[in-house]
């Protein structure tokens, strides 16, 4: 859970006007005591809620955040679904031009027992017309009171797109090419488990999770990674226009001034280290 807050503290710093708010299943998860402590020391907001039916449980966070926060978008991101802080950047110019809804094509998934990982491409013109619904992007303006049926459990992605489709509000793809912007992990507690992405037939490329890892903060590694999630329900982000954040030594040095006040420690001995891990990302880039 901690690498999802590290992921978290790192968005605030290049994205400062970002909130984040985590609906959680308080008597339902093991781990939700220790998620909560970990939310309030980033100054999350906390939604409680029953983790099922999922459908209800997704509209609770909605229809808190729309009574109580100032929000331009709203971005969806699912238990298992983590994204590359990149992603913002893309975001922030589909908000500029108040696009209302948008979504990825191309997706990441990881077996996260066994690491093997599947680059799946057009993701939305193969067994559906629309995206993987982690990673979501909508406009408050085009959003209803609930977008999802309160007593579903599982195909929430197709049910929200068909509500936005019957209120006339057509989805935006995201079409990033094979960098890796999105994954999606796969274990044994998800509604579609690994064989889904095994056995459907999708476009998919197997690729080596080591020269994906970093994009999502999870190796050593980790240059300007955002990973984001929790085990008991989705976070949202409620989105402002913001900057671009920071680049190269910049960066480096806002970084490094973060995990120091964090941890107590800074994570690189100096730039130069930090440029050879960057340089190792670089040739691993050129695999994929």
């Not at 975001?91 to 996260?112: A, D």
């Not at 195909?155 to 990033?176: F, Q």
């Not at 920071?246 to 941890?263: I, L, M, S």
Request: glycine residues 6%; aromatic residues 16%; hydrophobic residues 35%.
């Amino acid at each position: 859970m901690q690498l999802y807050i590290d992921g978290y503290i790192r968005m605030k710093l290049y994205y400062p006007y970002m909130d984040l708010m985590a609906v959680v299943s308080m008597d339902e998860d093991p781990n939700a005591r220790a998620l909560v402590k970990m939310l309030e020391d980033v100054d999350a907001y906390i939604i409680s809620a029953p983790n099922y039916p999922l459908g209800h449980k997704k509209n609770i966070g909605l229809q808190w955040a729309q009574k109580n926060l100032e929000f331009d978008y709203l971005m969806e991101l699912n238990s298992d679904g983590v994204i590359n802080l990149d992603l913002i950047d893309i975001y922030i110019k589909l908000m500029e031009n108040e696009v209302p809804f948008s979504g990825l094509n191309n997706i990441y998934f990881l077996n996260w027992y066994n690491k093997e990982c599947y680059l799946v491409r057009n993701y939305a013109s193969q067994a559906h017309p629309f995206s993987f619904g982690s990673g979501r992007l909508y406009w408050r303006e085009i959003l209803p009171d609930k977008l999802w049926n309160d007593e579903y459990d599982a195909g929430l992605d197709t049910n929200s797109y068909r509500i936005l489709k019957d209120n006339g509000i057509n989805e935006h793809l995201i079409d990033c090419g094979d960098k890796p912007m999105m994954l999606d992990i796969k274990t044994t507690t998800n509604i579609f488990p690994w064989e889904f992405v095994v056995n459907m037939p999708l476009d998919r490329t197997r690729v080596e999770w080591d020269c994906i890892s970093n994009y999502f903060g999870m190796s050593k590694y980790e240059p300007w990674i955002l990973s984001l999630q929790n085990y008991s329900g989705f976070h949202n982000q409620f989105i402002k226009l913001t900057g671009y954040g920071y680049k190269h030594k910049d960066a480096y040095e806002a970084t490094e001034a973060v995990h120091e006040q964090y941890y107590g420690q800074r994570k690189y001995k100096n730039y130069e280290t930090f440029k050879t891990l960057q340089s190792r990302e670089s040739q691993c880039n050129n695999t994929i």
